[in-house]
């Protein structure tokens, strides 16, 4: 944000982020969150993640997610981010008219933007399944971001798999068989969407003011309970 658009990251970038790693993890305005806006406010980096239990084995998928997008994670009218977040109430009346008078003098959204983000599981898949997974997560990105895939939006997910659990064999019974490969897999596709909506909203959430770009939660900070 307020950078060149010539100015690259080249592969020491990638170099120095890793030597920089640390096990500790954070959300919210810090790395790549930095420079991120959604709908005129501070965007950042948020995650998700949920464990399925499927044929008797318990799989995971998780979500990471840096939004800097076009539309916006929170509703203008009800003060509340499309997405049900568990850990937020409605803020009270005077917040939510702040957030609108906020939102309506923003200047309009950038011309570049990219919300960008991973999709992964522990279920073993084959390279278009990672595909489709990676597919279904934009089918959470488009529940969490209003409007979303703007012509104006960049967005992109990549779908990984460590691989550590197999799902049925894929020439084993017919489709709409009860634990056949497809009906397992759409659980997993189903999860995915979930966890990247859920990640995408956190970003947002958890993300606090940098430099002139206020932050969902400096405006409305009786969203949290207590």
Do not use: K
């Amino acid at each position: 944000r307020g950078g060149r658009f010539g100015n690259r990251p080249n592969p020491d970038f990638g170099a120095r982020a890793l030597r920089a790693a640390r096990r500790s993890v954070g959300r919210g305005s810090l790395g790549a969150g930095t420079g991120a806006r959604a709908g005129g406010l501070q965007g950042g980096v948020g995650m998700a993640s949920t464990t399925l239990t499927i044929d008797g084995t318990d799989v995971t998928i998780a979500a990471l997610a840096v939004v800097n997008a076009s539309g916006a994670v929170v509703d203008p009218t009800t003060g509340s981010p499309w997405t049900n977040v568990r850990a937020l109430r409605r803020p009270p009346a005077a917040q939510r008219r702040a957030l609108r008078e906020h939102l309506a003098a923003t200047a309009a959204p950038a011309p570049l933007n990219t919300t960008i983000g991973v999709v992964a599981t522990t279920v073993a898949l084959s390279r278009p399944e990672a595909g489709r997974l990676a597919q279904s997560a934009h089918d959470g990105l488009a529940r969490a971001i209003r409007p979303a895939h703007a012509l104006v939006d960049g967005d992109t997910i990549f779908g990984l798999s460590t691989g550590r659990h197999s799902l049925t064999d894929a020439t084993s019974g017919t489709v709409r068989a009860e634990g056949s490969r497809v009906i397992q897999l759409n659980l997993v596709f189903a999860a995915a969407a979930s966890v990247f909506e859920t990640a995408c909203a956190d970003a947002v959430v958890t993300a606090t003011s940098v430099g002139s770009m206020r932050s969902y939660r400096d405006l409305c900070p009786g969203a949290w309970p207590g």
